[in-house]
Each structure stands twice: as C-alpha cells, then as structure tokens.
C-alpha cells in the first residue's frame, strides 16, 4: 500500500509502497483510509523534529484520517463492513523499518472494537485509547470526517475549561484549533469571542462567530477583561504577552505546543488573580455533540478546508498551501472505496 513517510526530522518526506501490517488483535477491523486532513501544529511538530517528546523515525504521518471498514476481526462485535470510523491509522511495521506517527496517511489500517473489549472483561489499559474510534453516521459525507478529530477534542477542552453562557473569550492564534474554539463558543452561547491573529483570516473568523479580530502586532487595540483566555499557539511569550487582559478570577488555558519546555508568565503584567488550567480533554467524549453540530450547519468543513480536495500524489502542494496560509487544514483523498 502507498503511505506518506516522514524519514527524518528535517521536513523529508516520501510518498513510499510498504507493506500492510496484519491486524493487531481480533478485535480490530481492517479499514480503507478514505480522507485524512493535515494538522498544521502536529503534523508540521512531526516533520521538523518539534514535539516536546521523541518520535520514532521513520514514521507514517497522520492523525486526522476516517477509514471505512472492509472486513472484521473474529471478536468484533459492534462495528461492520462500510461504516466510516474515526481516527483510524496503520499498524507499525512488523520488522520495524519504520514506525508511525498515528498512520493516518496511508492507503489502509485497523480500527479496534473497543466496546467489545470492554464487555469480553479485556484490560482496560489494552483498548482505552482506541475509545476515539467512533463511527461517523452514513448522513455526514465522509470528507467531512477528518475534521471530527480536532472538533471533538477543542469541544471538550472548551466545556472542560468551563466556556457557556455569558463568557468573555480571548483567543490567541487563527489556525485551525483556534477556528474550532470560535464555532464552539458561540454554538454554547459566549457573549464575546475575540481573536488576536493574522489579518488574512479574519473573514472566515468572523463568519464561525468572533465577534472581534485583533491583528497580533496591534494588542494595543484591545480594551477588554476576559475571564476565559486560550492560547492555541504556545510561543514563549505569547500567553504572557495577554496577561493584562485576563479578569479578576480568569483562567488560561495553553492549548498550543510550539515553544512548550520555554513558556514564560511574568506575573506582573496583570494585576488579577487567575488560575491556569492544567487538565486537558477527552476528545472521544464530545462525538455526539459533532454529529449535531455538523447536522445543524454549525460546523463548515470550507472553513478549514477550502474547497481543494489533494492526493497522496499532491501532498507536498497540500503542504505548501499550509505554508503560505492559502488553507487552514488541506483536505487528503486517500484511498475512497
């Protein structure tokens, strides 16, 4: 089967025919990956070396990918041939000549029946993090399937990190998390959402639901308190760059990684009392609420996507168009059955 391959850390990746791993368990399911989209944070951490942990090189690429099942493991109970999962990948190669970083961009993989897992009295340890693999109802069109992963994860941080009714929301970065934090908040009803980020997106921002957009070189510009901050970029200095905008009794929560073992919080550019929130979320938790929202037209994949549709052929055009900030989150056709 084709994959893309991260081979070192340096950007170099190759589009290579590898070998299919067997299934891992009984329990799993062999999918064909119809879409994957590519992750402007950690997928770009992975191609240049820039995760805050090590990862095992070289590495099938890819964490945002739906696969469709085309057979089933002997104990698989609750999933069928041509439901559309989520979150799916490959397994790693059996000789270990290459590992993955979640497998997402290959031509096949496995989705494991987690539930089944559960009720056979399976250690819980053995199908816990396999709880992401949802199936996405057959109303939702598959290329819209890649987006449930980063939905469903900003959701419950959103909700976890107590965002409602009447919040005042400060959101640090325009990419693609930052864009699903918006649709969250007004979806849950926040009173404001203000945006520091690049000026080219602030039309499609605006359209998810920021009720105010700040360039980041204006700061000067914003005149507000707000008792919910996120920071989905994670510079050294960015969550302490917005300090004087935080309220009396606000929370921060750093969602970004970029400069991660450097942040910095100088305490004395504000005057208020806050807490930073260190939990984090449970992204299989929030899956219902994605269906509804794709449902009602809360959520539009262009938004993220554009309207480009790229190949494994095409993926190093689908790269270049993160690059130059031409697309939040290209959209991968991997291998439609």
Known sequence: MRAILVDRPDGAISVREIDEAPLPTEYDCRVAIEYGTICAGTDNHILHGRLPWEMPYPLVLGHESVGRVVSVGAKVKNLKVGDLVARVGCAPAVDKSWDIGWGGFAEFGF?????????????????????????????????????????????????????????????????????????????????????????AREGVFREAGATGYVNYKALSEITERFDRVIDTVGKESSSDDILPFLADGATLGIYGLDDWKKLTLRPARTTATFTIYQGSYDEPETHDEIVAGLREGVYQRTWWTGEAIFTLSTFEQALAAIESREIIKPLIRINVV
């Not at 539930?115 to 199908?127: L, P």
């Not at 709880?131 to 399937?145: L, M, T, Y």
């Not at 959103?158 to 640090?172: A, D, M, N, P, Q």
């Open 111 to 199: 989705c494991r029946d987690w539930r089944a897992m559960e009720a056979d009295g399976v250690a819980k340890s053995e199908w816990d993090a396999y709880r992401i693999n949802k199936v996405i109802p057959a109303d939702i069109a598959a290329e819209s399937g890649p987006l449930f992963i980063t939905l469903r994860e900003t959701l419950s941080y959103t909700k976890r990190l107590g965002i409602g009714e009447g919040t005042k929301l400060l959101i640090v970065g325009s990419g693609g998390n930052a864009l699903a934090f918006v649709a969250h908040a007004k979806r849950l009803g926040a009173a404001q959402i203000v945006v520091i980020g690049s000026a």
